[in-house]
Structure formats: C-alpha cells, structure tokens
C-alpha cells in the first residue's frame, strides 16, 4: 500500500512539473534561459523545484478593473507627444541626452513633466517629518502607496495622523504591500478602517503561512495630498530607516518631495494601482464621478526642473524598466555613480556598464557591508571580481545603504524605488523618476562623496581572499537569482 502511494506520489509530481514546463512555454513567453534553468530545477528535485516555481516562478494573474484612467492617461499622452517631441528638438540645451528624452517619450510613454519644486531626502527622519507635517494640513484627499508599513512606532505614527484627518472628513485611501507588509498585523489599520479610511493590500496571499503569490509585488512607495504634494523614492515606513535597528545602522536613503505638474502624474499611478486591487465598487464610481476633485488645475511655471517618471510591471507587455536603465547607461560620456543595496544585473546592463568602463567612462557603484537578506548579498558579491576585472570602482558602505540613485556625468540623475536587479526589472512593480536638472544632480554627487568617508574600496586582493565556502554561495546564489 505504502509503495502504490509513493508511486502515486511521484506520477502526480511529475505531472504537476510537465504542465508548469508547458505552461511556461506556451503561455509566458520567458527567455528560453529562464525556462531551461526552471525545467532543470523541476527534474532534479521535482517537489522542491514544484514549490519553489509556485513562490518565485510566477505571480497572480494581472487583470484591469478600470478603464476610464487608462483612457485618460492615453488622451494626455497623444495631447500632448508630438508638442513635447517639437519643442525638444529645438531645444539644443538638451543635446547630447534627447535621444533618451525621446526613448521614454516613444518607448515607456512617459512625458516631460514639471516640478516646481523637489525636495531631497537622505535620512528618513527629514522625510518622514514633512510627510506627517503635510498630512496635518490635507483638507481633501490623502493617497498612500507603500511595499512596506511596520506595525512599530514610525507605522503607528503614521496610522494615527491618517486616522485623524479620516476623522476630520479627508478623503483617505491606503495601499500596502501584502509581501513586503508580510510580518505587520492587521489590527494597525483597524482604527483608519473605523474613522472611514479605505485600506486594501496588493494581491494578498491566499494563504497567510505559505503565499503563492511572491511575485509581483508593488515595490513603489507613493504619496500624493490634496493632488498638490507627492512624495516618491526608497523610503518605506519603519523603525530600521531611523537608524533604530542597530544591526542596519546607520541606513541611508533617497527620497524626494515634489509640487507642480509632476504631481498629476504620481496622482494618476496611485489610482490605477489602487483600482486594479480594490473590491468596493462605490469607489470606483466614486474616482470616476470625482475625477478632476483628484487633479487640481495649477498654473504651470517656466522654471521648472523638469523630469520624466517611468512606471513598470508585470502588467506590461514590456520591460520598461530593464531597457530605460540600459538606455540610461548608453548616454553617459564622462561618468556613471551609482547606489544601490541589491546588486544583480543581467547580462545586458552588466555588459552595458562594463562597456562604459573600458571606454574611458568613470563607472562607480557603491554597495552596502550590512546584508538585510544573505542570499541577496551573496549574489550582489558574487558580481565584485569582475566588475573590478572592469576597471570599475567598487565601494562598501559601512552601514545600510537602501538609496536607488544613478548620476550621469554629473548632469542628470534617478532616483525611485528600482534597485539594480532581475526583480526590480522584470517581476515588481516600480517607479523611477530620471531628473534633467543640474541641481538635483550636483546633490546626489555631494551625497555620494559624503557616503564615501564611510566606504571602503574594495580591490581584487578581498576576491582573493574569499573563503572556499564564501566563493561557492556566490556561484549557487547567483544562479538561483535569475530565477527569483
């Protein structure tokens, strides 16, 4: 009997692994990479390979609940190309860099967009101070997106000032991250449910102990009050980015504060993403019959620093974000800085930075000592030799360094919620906002010289003097996280 079970067993494993295999080819349409690692992984060990590809090979199927702001977004965006595509080629102030003005303009649809003002944020203390200062003088609508809310003492307050202006009648929608927010209990948002808040979590686990949808996760972290002020970058909401968790002190950060026209873009994110997981469809009559409540009418000034915001997911047909940054680097004529906490890039931007370097360009990157997730910084370090090997300048900072930022020829910068990964590329959810302003530039240069009295570079005698075991964690992890 106990023999007709295990063969039972493993007929329906094998099964369970050739639908996935087919599935995967006939249906997802991934590198052939992808799928001959996945397939491998499902044949030499077929039950862990099985759950492992129902965790990390895949996420929940992408459905649109909403349409009328994708035909608003399409209606601005067709307004308003070709005035945008005149007005900069005329423009010579641009040159050499409005080829990747226009790629964004063609490729990710994303138009040139005016802030009248941008703060920047490198410790979480300054950020979340004016965050909580602006929601205390929200007198119409409070839009909160956030990958992670901790149920500590930064969750809380931030919690209690939302549940307050609730109170007071403010229009108040909130979206976590139902991955990311895994360890926060629900109970923290009891309170702004009760004062009239709507709070809804993005594509939340079927099951609570074991989630098959670890894939797709909304890694984005947006704000937008009174459709006025917009707040975007790495920051999530928690102890750790006060620097109160010693083990990731100090951690360092970017984010920024923004007013203007901008700000009509980040309004019009925060709500598809809010419409595509929401269940209450009285809201959703709502935003439609309110919509222009959402977007107020500013004048638009002349100076302006102006940017482009580029979104992606998996919801794309494309992958925005992955060829945005490969673009990104094709630019640079003198220099690329780079900041990131997870560092693990394909082929084509690891082949990309490489080219830059052996072509004269100053290439750095700058990556933090203190691990957050072991196997991720193994596979960060597993990168090390060879971008040496480069002539790239490798920097440890001596801390937690979560900023996503990149400065090219010290002229223009990004910052978002994109780290340097196959994830961030191709699985999450993400902004980023590329910065055509020489201001904003020259503060991400001063911080990167800053973080470099805390760093130390690294050079090919640490590659040498790698344990055995360290070496062979980099080869496993490195292969394993092209697949999660």
């Known amino acids: 009997m106990l023999a007709w079970m295990i063969a039972l067993s493993l007929l329906v494993i094998q099964v369970l692994n050739l639908w996935t295999i087919l599935r995967m080819i006939f249906k997802r349409k991934d590198e052939p990479i992808y799928i001959i690692a996945w397939t491998m992984i499902m044949t030499f060990i077929p039950f862990i390979g099985f759950l492992l590809y129902l965790l990390f090979g895949h996420g929940p199927i992408m459905r649109k609940k909403l349409t009328f702001l994708d035909e608003m977004e399409e209606q601005e965006y067709a307004a308003s190309v070709e005035r945008q595509l005149r007005k900069l080629t005329n423009q010579q102030i641009h040159f050499p860099y409005l080829s990747f003005i226009k790629f964004n303009l063609n490729y990710n649809k994303s138009l040139v967009v005016g802030a009248k003002t941008l703060t920047y944020f490198s410790e979480a203390k300054d950020k979340y101070e004016a965050l909580l200062r602006d929601i205390s003088q929200a007198t119409d609508s409070i839009h909160v997106l956030y990958f992670i809310i901790r149920g500590d003492e930064s969750g809380e307050a931030l919690l209690q000032a939302l549940t307050k202006k609730a109170r007071e009648g403010v229009k108040v929608r909130l979206v976590y991250d139902d991955g990311g927010s895994f360890m926060t209990p629900t109970s923290l948002f009891k309170p702004l449910k009760e004062a009239g808040g709507i709070v809804v979590k993005h594509y939340p686990a079927k099951l609570k102990i074991f989630t098959l949808n670890w894939n797709y996760r909304n890694h984005r972290k947006i704000v937008v009050i009174d459709g006025k002020v917009g707040y975007f970058g790495g920051m999530n909401i928690g102890d750790e980015y006060l620097s109160k968790n010693p083990k990731f002190s100090p951690w360092r950060d970017a984010h920024v504060r923004v007013t203007g026209e901008v700000v009509h873009s980040l309004q019009l994110r925060f709500l598809k993403d809010y419409t595509a997981v929401i269940e209450q469809v009285s809201d959703l009559e709502e935003i439609k019959s309110e919509i222009l409540r959402y977007f107020p009418k500013e004048e638009i000034e002349d100076a302006q620093i102006e940017l482009q915001l580029v979104y992606d997911g998996p919801d794309q047909e494309r992958d925005h974000m992955r060829a945005t940054y490969i673009k990104w680097l094709t630019i640079a004529k003198k220099s690329i800085w780079i900041q990131s906490p997870y560092f693990i890039p394909d082929s ?19 990556i933090p000592v203190i691990p957050d997730n072991h196997f991720v910084h193994r596979a960060t ?34 910052i978002g919620s994109v780290n340097m990964d196959v994830r961030s590329f191709s699985i999450n959810f993400e902004l980023a906002a590329f910065i055509y302003h020489e201001s904003v530039a020259k503060r991400l240069i001063e911080q990167f010289k800053e973080d470099q009295k805390r760093c130390r570079l690294l050079d090919l005698t640490d590659e040498e003097n790698k344990s055995w075991w ?7 992890y490195r292969l394993l996280s092209m697949l999660m």
């Open 381 to 414: 370090t597993s990168y090390i030799k060879e971008l040496l090997e480069a002539n790239i300048e490798v920097y440890f900072y001596e801390g937690f360094l979560h900023a996503k930022t990149m400065v090219i020829d010290g002229r223009l910068a990004t």
């Open 470 to 476: 360290m070496k062979t964690e980099e080869s496993v």
């Open 348 to 366: 084509e931007f690891l082949h990309g930075l490489k080219i830059a370097s052996h072509s004269g360009i100053d290439v750095k990157i700058m």
